[in-house]
Structures are given as C-alpha cells and as structure tokens.
C-alpha cells in the first residue's frame, strides 16, 4: 500500500498558477477528500496523483509527489504501472459498448492477466473479508478445467465489491448501456478495481447522480477504505462530513488547511476554514 506525499506541489497552465505549493499527505486506507469551491484546483490535483495530468499539454508540474517515498515524476517511473496502481474514476461513467461482464473483464484482458495472476489478485481481495457470500469461498473447488472460470470469479468479485452484483446477476451479458446512470457508475467502479489498483481517485463521483444512487456510492466508498486509498474530490461540504477520514481544503490553489476530518470540522484552525464550513464564502 503505497504512502503518498505531495511536497511542494506547484502546478500551472501557460501563466495560470493553479496549485501553489502544496504540501500535504493522504493516509493509507482511509478517505481522503479534497474540498474547496469549483476552480481551486482540486481535479488538477488528482489528476497529477497518477499522472494523468501528463495528457495535458500546457500543464507544469514543480516539486515531488512522493509513493512510498520514490517520485513519481522522477526519471525512472513506469507511468502506466503508476496508473495501474493508482485508479481513476471520473464524474460521470463511460461504460464500454459491450456487456456488463465484459467491462469489468476489459481491464484484465487488456494487462494479459494470466489466470494464476487472477487467483492471486481475488485471494488478495478475499483475505480483507469483504466477500463473504462470492463463489470465492468455492474457489479451490472450482472445476479450473472449465474454460475462463477464474474471470467468472473475478467478475463477480468487484460486482460485489461495487455494490451492483445483486441488481445485475441475472444479465451479465446484457448491454451496459441498458443500466441506468446509477448503475453504471457502480459499473465504472467495479471497472476500475478489476484492474488491481492500491488507490482509488475519484473525482465528484456522484456529481451525476440522484441521491439514492449517490448514496450506494458513498456506502461502498466507505466499505472499500478497508482495502485501498481512497481520495475524493468534492464540492458537497455534507459528502465530505459523511465519508471523510481525512480533508484537504484547497481554496484559490493554496491549501488552506489538512487533517483528520473530525479535527477539521469540529475545530478549523483557519478563518477561511471557518467560514468555508459556515457558508460565508464559497
Ligand atoms: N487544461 C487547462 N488549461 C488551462 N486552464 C485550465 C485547464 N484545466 C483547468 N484549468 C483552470 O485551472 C483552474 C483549476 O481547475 P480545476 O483543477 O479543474 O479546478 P476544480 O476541479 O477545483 O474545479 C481553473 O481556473 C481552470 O479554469
Ligand atoms: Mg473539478
């Protein structure tokens, strides 16, 4: 599990100063969230955590974001290793024109998983404890002659750990475009973890939903902190109150102020902080 350390962070679009100086760090296996009014920076941010701020031409990047204590946009980076390890999960999902099966499969057909490397990343799942009810319990009983059993399993292991197994059990080979908005961010989840990532980045996650569906969201987010860094860009103060472990307040490309979250809310240690939560500026 990868600790992450932002040192320093400057980053700027042509002569637009974006962040400034960031210093901050996102515990393992809690939530963190960014917080902070539209514009302040906090997508750039996230962004810059598993370099997918690279695609954007114009963007600068100074000082260091620390994994484990190695750069990330140091020399030797492997960037799409990085990318691996750290997933994305953006504001509205893109399901894939094919089945639901299919797109939690896309991922580790395209790495060329092998099927020991499936079993293995199941395993590493099914010691955290969160998939009592998977056919994962039978798994050493499987027939393995029976041809892509471990990518049923797999499939099935992040449709439970996204929280959609129970609604789209009965149609895994129906089209992903048939799930309502809801669902197919739980799909778009499921996607992201069946790849195998050590951190969870999502931005405004639930931005498209309704709050019934926004909720299933925020419920497995809290489920999954138990097996992966999660970091949550929002802009809903009260999301941020509900999930958070750990806030960072970005205001204006600065950071206001970090820490665990009770500490945060309870006793803000900054004016702008204050009233941020107050309402009084936004
Ligand atoms: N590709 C880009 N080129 C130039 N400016 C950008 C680009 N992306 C974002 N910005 C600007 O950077 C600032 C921060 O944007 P962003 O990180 O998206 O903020 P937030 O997610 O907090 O709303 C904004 O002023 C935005 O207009
Ligand atoms: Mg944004």
């Not at 309704?210 to 138990?226: F, G, T």
Request: hydrophobic share 40%; net charge neutral.
């Amino acid at each position: 599990m990868p600790h992450i350390s932002l040192r320093n962070l400057t980053i700027t679009y042509g002569d637009l100063e974006v962040l400034k100086g960031v210093t901050a760090d996102i515990p393992d296996r809690q939530v963190t969230t960014i917080i902070g009014p539209s514009g302040c920076g906090k997508t750039t941010l996230l962004k810059s955590l598993n370099r997918l701020l690279d695609l954007n031409e114009d963007a600068r990047l100074y000082g260091e974001i620390l994994m484990d204590g190695i750069n990330t946009y140091g020399q030797n980076t492997d960037i799409l290793a990085l990318r691996k390890t750290v997933g994305f999960l953006s504001q509205r999902p893109y399901p894939l024109p094919m089945s639901i099966y299919d797109n939690v499969a896309f991922g580790p057909r395209i790495h060329k998983l092998s099927r020991y490397e499936i079993l293995n990343q199941i395993a590493s799942v099914e010691k955290h404890g969160l998939l009592a009810q998977c056919s994962v319990e039978n798994l050493f009983q499987m027939d393995m002659k029976k041809k892509n059993v471990e990518m049923d399993i797999l499939v099935e292991c992040y449709l439970r750990l996204s929280g959609l197994w129970d609604e789209v059990k009965d149609r895994l080979h129906g089209s992903a475009a048939q799930l309502s908005v809801g669902q197919q961010q739980r799909l778009a989840l499921a996607r992201t973890l069946a790849v195998g990532p050590e951190v969870i980045l999502a931005d405004e996650p639930t931005s498209a939903l309704d709050p019934l569906s926004s909720q299933l969201i925020e419920r497995q987010i809290k489920i999954l902190k138990n097996l992966y860094t999660i970091v949550v860009v929002t802009h809903i103060l009260r999301q941020a109150r509900r999930i958070a472990d750990h806030v960072i307040f970005l205001y204006m490309g600065e950071l206001v102020e970090d820490g665990p979250a009770d500490q945060f809310f309870d006793s803000p240690k900054d004016d702008r902080t204050r009233a941020y939560i107050k309402g009084t500026i936004s």
